[in-house]
């Protein structure tokens, strides 16, 4: 169980910065839309973005850590356990993406930290 | 509401919904994949043969659509916003084990799974967008065009 908790805690982490390096390149972008050509000219755009490849890599580090750890753990627990990088994101939302966090948004974190201690349990 | 609010509703809930079932149905497919080989290591060969299996490939393709419908999301939703909408996609994971794969999934699973369910879509009912001018957009589409 131990090892199933490593590979959660890198999951988390490499996740929390995948997450936040990818949300910071796609706001800095705006809205990517679908019709006509604007798919093809965003998609040109976003692949010069230096941080949205370095989000990849995190996320290819999430990826790879899930993968292992389903052949150890029920996708069951593994899916929810990874759930822990929602309260860290909020609050990395919070400072570096310059997200206005209200009292709802902190409430629906401090469920999701109960919800992941349960898990622990 | 006005036109482009919901312009940007309706294209946040189809997304929103891309975003859900690719994910729940990526997770699904690996689980499948990887519990055919319960010898995965990091090892090139093992990567490469592990990755050209069929429910892995499904699931790689899936969460491939998941990453980029997500990416979309993210270019006019907050991180702290995006999370919460997409948590469904957790009852459903739990949902998938027991259903597919007869995992055993006690009270406590199902009561954390819920709880964070619940403060996901707390968090999902305040406003998608707090940044608006925070961030120089280098692309600004124009007002009203297609979703």
Not at chain 1, 72 to 96: C, H, K, N, W
Not at chain 2, 29 to 58: E, K
Not at chain 2, 94 to 116: D, N, P
Request: proline residues 3%; aromatic residues 10%; contains cysteine.
């Amino acid at each position: 169980m131990i090892r199933a908790w490593l590979f959660v805690g890198i999951i988390v982490c490499s996740t929390v910065l995948g997450d936040v390096l990818q949300a910071l390149e796609m706001k800095r972008h705006g809205e990517v839309r679908f019709s006509g050509g604007r798919l093809a000219r965003a998609a040109r755009e976003l692949v010069r973005r230096r941080y949205l490849f370095l989000a990849i890599f995190f996320m290819a580090v999430s990826f790879f850590a899930f993968m292992k750890l389903l052949t150890i753990a029920d996708l069951s627990f593994a899916v929810p356990a990874t759930a822990g990088s929602f309260v860290l994101e909020t609050i990395l939302a919070r400072l570096v993406l310059g997200e206005r966090i209200n009292v709802r948004r902190w409430a629906g974190a401090g469920l999701v930290a109960f919800g992941v201690a349960l898990l622990a349990a | 509401m006005s036109d482009e609010q919901q312009r940007i509703g309706l294209k946040t809930r189809i997304l929103t919904l891309v975003v859900v079932l690719s994910n729940v149905f990526g997770n699904s497919a690996l689980n499948a994949g990887m519990r055919q080989r319960p010898n995965f290591t990091f090892t090139p060969l093992s990567v490469v043969a592990t990755i050209f299996t069929p429910w892995v490939g499904i699931g790689i393709l899936l969460l491939i659509l998941w990453l980029l419908s997500r990416m979309a999301l993210l270019s006019w939703a907050d991180l702290s916003y995006v999370l919460p909408v997409t948590s469904i996609g957790y009852v459903l994971s739990a949902v998938s084990g027991r259903i597919f794969f007869a995992e055993h999934v006690t009270w406590q699973r199902w009561m954390g799974t819920l709880l964070i369910s619940a403060g996901m879509m707390l968090v999902g009912s305040t406003k998608p967008n707090t940044t608006e001018e925070r961030y120089d957009r280098e692309h600004v589409p124009a007002i009203g065009g297609g979703a």
